[in-house]
């Protein structure tokens, strides 16, 4: 089955660690993207990457890293920089036509 | 600089109602790419609909219909007849082909539709 994955679901982090949140693709596209949504709100870009070894800030992007040392794989790392890290985090991968596909979502809680 | 405007926070209908989801846009492109996709409370977005700048013509698919209209910087999402399945957050989406494969979201509408 062609898709993307994200794992986990829910995630439980005590404040000052950092977590990464796995995202995995098997539809071969070359973007990848990471988004941030809060309750009630739309969805901020964090970080995207056209291709392996490549990847750009989004809008928000203090206090997250990422990688991409193989097409499918697109890791996010939620750092204790980041101010105000609880939120529910959706990875995409895309088209050259620019149409994303989305993974179910990690909702991460830091307390 | 692009931007997506979905005015309509949240609509609520009585099932069997058709309804008109708003999305108006800007851009300094001529070329670019309109997308519409649904998000059910379970969380993970669908991608419904992809339009690009050259192709104006309205779109149907089943119950759902799209209506683009480059002349108001416009991309309506309608739901004929809906059904309490439709009921979901819907966001409007833009892509400029100079934007290096970065989509700029619409704030979403919240459709409820009541049984």
Not at chain 1, 81 to 102: H, I, R
Request: net charge negative.
């Amino acid at each position: 089955d062609g898709g993307i994955t994200q794992s986990p679901k829910y995630l439980f982090r005590k404040e000052g660690q950092n977590v990464t949140l796995s995202c995995e693709q098997n539809l071969n596209h070359d973007a990848m993207y990471w988004y941030r949504q809060d309750p009630g709100q739309g969805l901020r870009l964090i970080y995207y990457s056209q291709i392996v070894n490549d990847f750009q800030k989004g809008d928000i992007a203090e206090g997250y890293s990422v990688s991409r040392e193989k097409k499918e794989s697109f890791p996010l790392t939620v750092t204790s920089a980041q101010k105000n890290p609880t939120a529910f985090y959706l990875c995409a991968s895309g088209t050259s036509f620019y149409e994303q596909y989305f993974g179910p979502g990690t909702r991460l809680t830091v307390t | 600089a692009q931007k997506v405007t979905q005015a309509q926070t949240e609509i609520s209908v009585v099932e069997k109602e058709d309804v008109t989801l708003d999305c108006v846009y800007e851009t300094r492109d001529t070329t670019y790419y309109l997308f519409w996709y649904k998000q059910p409370p379970s969380g993970e977005l669908v991608f419904l609909i992809r339009r690009n700048s050259f192709d104006e013509q309205n779109e149907i698919s089943g119950r759902y219909s799209w209506n683009f209209q480059k002349s108001t910087s416009s991309f309506n999402f309608t739901i004929t007849a809906s059904q309490v399945v439709d009921s979901a957050v819907y966001f409007c989406a833009l892509s400029e082909d100079t934007g290096g494969f970065k989509t700029i979201f619409g704030a979403g509408t919240r459709l409820f539709v009541k049984a």
